[in-house]
């Protein structure tokens, strides 16, 4: 069993050799090439209420604009949400059976919202 590994590892040695070093060099990325600046982000929270007042749960809270990322309103109707930084940042709030509000948050300096669906 031994010979079998010992076989192994030079066939493996061998066929690093034979590729040679362009073949290691060609999987390692380029050191000029540009990497692309990842979007600085803000966390927008609040608080979804029905007509009553009362938190609503379960509410889904997006962006109009890329509705991919949503937040789900948890017990006491608060959601997080982390989007990129913008002057202003156009949400959508919708529960089936109270229906949807659209509301603006300021996307540089975001406080807490409170929001009433249907409204």
Not at 11 to 21: F, N, V
Not at 34 to 63: E, H, M, S
């Amino acid at each position: 069993m031994f010979a079998f590994f010992r076989s192994f590892v030079v066939l493996i040695a061998a066929t690093s050799l034979l590729a040679g070093p362009a073949c290691a060099a060609s999987s390692l990325p380029a050191a000029t090439e540009p990497v692309a600046a990842a979007p600085q982000l803000t966390l927008l929270t609040g608080t979804i209420l029905g007509a009553d007042g009362q938190p609503r749960p379960g509410v889904c809270v997006f962006p109009i604009a890329n509705r991919r990322l949503i937040a789900v309103t948890d017990a006491h109707g608060t959601f997080q949400l982390q989007v990129p930084i913008a002057t202003t940042q156009h949400l959508q709030a919708e529960y089936v059976g109270l229906g949807s509000t659209r509301f603006d948050i300021d996307g540089q300096h975001p406080q807490p919202a409170k929001i009433v669906l249907g409204q």
